[in-house]
């Protein structure tokens, strides 16, 4: 009787265990931060969270998805928007950050106050400015819904769509937004070379950017005061509303540069609206302050030249294939 | 060589057989009871205790861990099971678990630790949507108590007590308690919101060093009942 059930346990778990998937990534990286193990990938989960990301359901009154704020022509952020808006046209205080190669990612939003992918969406779903709903009202919408019971019991062996199945499958799909066919990939890899330009571009980055925005991520996953002059309105003070640590004051998560030319407007609070703009804050913008990253403590000394040298270098960030997959697009029915 | 193989299977089922009975197991029933002085803990209409008076409408707290140890308080197993008991769901605050038949203490984790707090999404006690999570910073609430001081003082009191990281860490291990066959575990309350009320804090929402220190008082109220 025991071995009778144990073995139909097993065919069970045969028939709605779904095709594996293995996060790809150049030989050359690091390990994912994320592990895997605990949630093993596979194409229903990441289904489910796709459709997940692209259901304004999640929101309170079924306006906002997560792809509102987060769309995948623009590397994921939301474009022309300094602060991303919510449900009822709520502005809320920061820039929403892409999502690219989140499973590198240690620590979360720009302050570093959420501690795991898994866990990050619920800030969003939460927030009033944002969703302005919880994850229990989220599983209590869709646990009912035929669709999600089908993908759920796909997914995960389990028909009854939980909280954590929610987070899980979210985190499923956002972990395969990987990008890593640029042009610089491609350089790297030995399959083109840059112009003289963006070689010019390359060398300048990495005499004055790497630091902070290390390859081949382009960020080091660290958080620092890049000396941007306190918005009195919105009166940020970054890491140090999480720590309450005075050292942390005004410091933010170091951004990735991948697909940069996507995903302005730029800095925390969206305040630059194209790279000259950036540059010239490194170039003659940065405010002394305790927290000042040390490597800012000089302005970083660029010719106009030089600039649109390493413009043309941070244009080769961009990966079409990524911007352009439509496996991340809208959840067309399958 | 014959022998030498008898002997090596003797010693084999012996082996066997002592790790089989220390490992025999038979169930154990907890019964907690949130307390106010020598009166249980409800949440409908105002309770006494002492010369105080309390309004109780949320008290919902995560045990964890359950570690069983022998007469000599060596180790003898743990259950890496998260509960979460609440005293509006009669049911959550009885735990029927095993015992090692040789248990004759019992020591829990009050909250969730520092590894299931950074590990992601979890199911059962430890899903978000049982309303015990933060959202907008990462991190389980251990312990939610809500309600009024009726008198003599009149002030409104709400403590979330939670945190994982560094000196924030709420974390903590209930005394050794002695086992005996049904155990009832009181948890005083009263004792709790007294200490809180003496050191004016009456609102904590986020990990802090008195979410740390209070979270200590909180694991040290498990005490068992006399029968």
Redesign the interface.
Known sequence: MILGFGALLIAASHTWQSKPLKLTYPDSWPKPAYDTARNPLTEAGVWLGRNLFYDPALSKDNTISCASCHLSFTAFTHVDHALSHGIDDRIGTRNSLVLINLAWNKSFMWDGAVNHLDMQALAPISHPDEMGSSIAEVVEKLAPNPNYKMWCFQAFGDSNLTGEYVLKALAQFQLTLISANSKYDQMQRGEITFSAQETRGYDLFKANCNSCHTEPLFTNGSFQNNGLPLDSLLGDTGRMMVTKNEADNRTFKVPTLRNIEFSKPFMHDGRFESLSQVLKHYQSGIEASSTLAKELEKNIALSETEKIDLISFLLTLSDKEFLFNTAFGYPKKK | MKRQITFLISVFLLLFFSAKSQTEQSNFRLQFVPMFGDSIATTSGIVSAGNNNYHLSKCRFYLSNFQFFDADQKLISTESQAYLLDIEDPQSLIIITTKPKNATYIMFGVGIDSIN???????GA??????M?W?????YINVKLEGNFNGPHIKKFEYHLGGYAGENACYNTSAFIPISDTLNIGVSLSEFLNLAEAQETFKIMSP?ATAAQLSKVFAALFQPLNP
């Open positions: 707090n950074v590990s992601g999404a979890m199911g430890l899903d978000p949507t049982k309303g999570y959202s907008w910073q990462s991190g802090s």
